[in-house]
Every structure is written in structure tokens, then in C-alpha cells.
């Protein structure tokens, strides 16, 4: 079984930071992708950014040049700068491996206008 907890989610003006933080626990294998998904009111969830262990990083277009993702063996972090009113929305922690798709509870980002 695998368990994913994230932390960081909070309020911020636009403009600000915040890092979000998600650690794994379980059997964690090393070839697993790691990444971020978000989902604001209304709206679908949507890819925010993910990563191989060891590969390069994919991000949404949205966040490229403003978001920054990065591994620490069984824990993934979202640094994100210049944040924006439209990057309000629950972020999810999201790892794959074998073929199964485990996410947190999620942490709400709000970006003050």
C-alpha cells in the first residue's frame, strides 16, 4: 500500500511563492513518476507537473517558467514563483508504478488577486 501526504498549500497574493511538499510511504520502487495535478472549482484536474526519477520534468504550459518540480527519493516538491489568481485550486500528489495511480488528500492553494 502506498501513501501519499502532502503539505505547503495555503494563501498567498499574487506574485508570491509557495512550496508544496508531498512524501511517499510504503513500498516505493525506484522507477516510479512523481508529480503534481491541481483542480480548481468547476474544472477538470489537470497536470501541473511530474517527473521520472532521474528524467527530465514535464510541465503544464501554464506553469512553465514559473513552476519548478524536484525529487528527493520517495518525496517530490512544487516550488512555485509569480504565482497567479488562476493557479488557485486543490494540488494533488500523484505516483504511478505498477500500472496504478495512487494521490494525497490534496492541499488548497489560493492566490489573492
Avoid at 50 to 67: H, L, T
Avoid at 70 to 93: G, H, I, P, Q
Amino acid at each position: 500500500q502506498v501513501q501519499l501526504v502532502e503539505s505547503g498549500g495555503g494563501l498567498v497574493q499574487a506574485g508570491g511563492s509557495l512550496r508544496l511538499s508531498c512524501a511517499a510511504s510504503g513500498t516505493i520502487l525506484s522507477t516510479n513518476a512523481m508529480g503534481w495535478y491541481r483542480q480548481a472549482p468547476g474544472k477538470q484536474r489537470e497536470l501541473v507537473a511530474r517527473m521520472i526519477r532521474g528524467g527530465i520534468p514535464n510541465y503544464a504550459d501554464s506553469v512553465k517558467g514559473r513552476f519548478t518540480i524536484s525529487r528527493d527519493n520517495a518525496k517530490v516538491y512544487l516550488r512555485m514563483n509569480s504565482l497567479k489568481y488562476e493557479d488557485t485550486a486543490v494540488y494533488y500528489c500523484n505516483l504511478v508504478q505498477w500500472g496504478h495511480d495512487y494521490w494525497g488528500q490534496g492541499t488548497q492553494v489560493t492566490v489573492l488577486s
